[in-house]
């Protein structure tokens, strides 16, 4: 089993930047491919960005592209979530979520965190 745990949430003013951590713990993720989900109020869950189990390959939701950065050290068995340029809209709770192969995956993750906030005031 995996245990996931993520950190760095919290309120920034729109344009600000954010670092959400996600370590793991149970067992080492170098094999798994990690991803970034959030849930804003109202609304269903909706994946973020992904990252391969060797970090050569990422993959980003649209309205994320060119302000998060997705990024992992096996070494640390923790992954990475890197937020620029903020806007009001990113408010939700992020969730870290881990499962087995060896591409990029929007969906099937087996292994979920509790979350953490993120509120970006305008």
């Known amino acids: 089993q995996v245990q996931l745990v993520e950190s760095g949430g919290g309120l920034v003013q729109a344009g600000g930047s954010l670092r959400l951590s996600c370590a793991a713990s149970g067992r080492t993720i170098s094999t798994y491919a990690m991803g970034w989900f959030r849930q804003a109020p109202g609304k269903e869950r909706e994946f973020v960005a992904t990252i391969s189990w060797s970090g050569k390959s990422t993959y980003y939701v649209d309205s994320v592209k060119g302000r998060f950065t997705i990024s992992r050290d096996n070494a640390k068995n923790t992954v990475y979530l890197q937020m620029n340029s903020l806007k009001p809209e990113d408010t939700a709770v992020y969730y870290c979520?881990?499962?087995?192969?060896?591409?990029?995956?929007?969906?099937?993750?087996?292994?979920w965190g509790q979350g953490t906030q993120v509120t970006v005031s305008s």
């Open positions: 979520a881990g499962r087995a192969g060896w591409e990029v995956y929007t969906n099937g993750y087996t292994y």
